[in-house]
């Protein structure tokens, strides 16, 4: 809280600060609300969707008024960073062969010779 002199008594009395939480649903006209919203519900959604924790952070940038005026104005921007989580990629089993390279079959492994069973059309009675 800052404070304020009462100038007739020279009383200090208290003054209210506005919550951040209502200078970030008024920031540009609204719109730095709304894609915040936007962005918090695609995180909620990407931590139910893949059951995995996630982040954002929000910061607010204030720069010093140009040429260091007083009473010049404050440019004032609000950023926002989104860690969502994201699906576990697919992995498959490689063996590596004599040359280091990896290979779907295990080159360590003897080769199986398939035959085939000769075509046999005719049906016996017993």
Not at 5 to 23: H, L, N, R
Not at 28 to 48: C, I, K, M, P, Y
Not at 93 to 115: C, K, N, S, W
Request: aromatic share 4%; net charge negative.
């Amino acid at each position: 809280m800052s404070n304020n002199v009462d100038k007739t008594t020279g009383e200090i009395a208290e003054q209210p600060q506005a919550p951040v939480a209502a200078f970030l649903a008024s920031h540009l006209n609204g719109r730095t609300d709304e894609e915040l919203s936007t962005e918090f519900h695609q995180l909620l959604d990407a931590v139910r969707t893949h059951g995995k924790k996630g982040s954002m952070v929000i910061t607010i940038v204030v720069d010093p008024p140009a040429n260091g005026v007083e009473s010049a104005p404050m440019p004032i921007g609000v950023e926002s960073t989104v860690k969502a989580p994201k699906p576990t990629p697919v992995k498959n089993l490689y063996f590596l062969d004599d040359d280091g390279q990896p290979v779907r079959e295990d080159p360590r492994q003897m080769a199986i010779e398939f035959r085939t069973a000769p075509a046999n059309n005719t049906f016996k009675d017993a």
